[in-house]
């Protein structure tokens, strides 16, 4: 891994020479997986930050780079095509997909305000049986319920004087969560991420949203909260 941080090319792993003290992400390749400029289709965008001791992928646990399975994925992303878990989340949607390059290790900061990332390492109430299998929360005590509706809710980036609706998702084991959106945010982009910020683990599995009574799977994910008739809902999460 490594290359030419200038070239634009596949520079996905760690500069160790890099000796700089700025914080900014260094942006070390982009691409777009799938779809075509032509089509239309928004894309969907999937971070992937790289820090000296792993990388994460849109906020997920931080990842190895000797493990065998991170380095397959990072091979796919080099030869431009979908590695299977983005393939599995997303289909053959178009995937814009920004690799950017950290100075030093990554450095956990879970509520330090605004303009922070999600944590790339699991929260401490996630059971992990191995460092790539993190496993989801079940604990549903309120101090563990509050920590969860945060990291979502920090993930989510409401505009100033617009009108919010509210959403309560239903977790697989049992917290029930109340998070704010703008009503034009998409299902697949905006409460996607509101579940994986408030339990990492999702990044790891599979599944789907289910609402009304009695409740229907929610298609066609691209639709903004009020297209699919989700403002001010319960959302239930389940996993496939």
């Known amino acids: 891994m490594g290359g030419s ?19 900014a992400p260094l942006p070390s390749f982009n691409t777009r997986l799938g779809g075509s400029n032509r089509s239309g289709e928004a894309a969907i965008r999937v971070t992937v930050d790289l820090y000296d001791d792993g990388f994460t992928v849109d906020n ?18 080099k030869r431009r095509e979908h590695p299977p878990e983005l393939r599995q989340k997303y289909g053959m949607k ?4 920004h690799v950017l ?6 450095e956990f900061k879970p509520f330090s305000g605004t303009g922070h990332r999600l944590g790339a390492v699991a929260p401490e109430t996630v059971t992990v049986g191995d460092e790539d299998s ?3 929360i079940t604990d549903t005590a309120a101090s563990i319920v509050d920590e ?11 505009r ?7 959403i309560q998702f239903r977790f697989p084991h049992g917290q029930r969560i109340t998070g704010v959106f703008n009503p034009d945010m998409t299902i697949l982009n905006h409460l996607r991420s509101f579940v994986v910020a408030a339990d990492p683990a999702f990044a790891f599995n599979l599944f789907s949203f289910y609402a009304g ?4 799977q929610v298609e066609d994910e691209d639709r903004s909260i009020q297209a699919a008739g989700l403002s001010n809902s319960v959302v239930t999460i389940r996993l496939i």
Not at 7 to 15: A, F, I, K, N, Y
Not at 61 to 77: C, H, K, Q, V
Not at 160 to 166: A, I, L, P
Request: negative net charge.
């Open 101 to 106: 390059k950290h100075p030093g290790k990554y």
């Open 5 to 23: 941080e200038r070239s634009g090319q596949q520079v996905l792993g760690p500069d160790r020479g890099n000796d700089s003290d700025s914080e």
């Open 160 to 166: 100033d004087g617009e009108q919010t609706v509210r």
């Open 60 to 77: 997920s646990a931080l990842r190895s780079y000797d493990d065998p399975a991170n380095i397959a994925f990072m091979d796919t992303l």
């Open 94 to 97: 178009p995937i814009d997909v």
């Open 213 to 216: 009574f009695p409740p229907k």
């Open 134 to 136: 993190p496993q989801l």
């Open 148 to 158: 969860m509706r945060e990291r979502g809710q920090q993930a989510t980036t409401l």
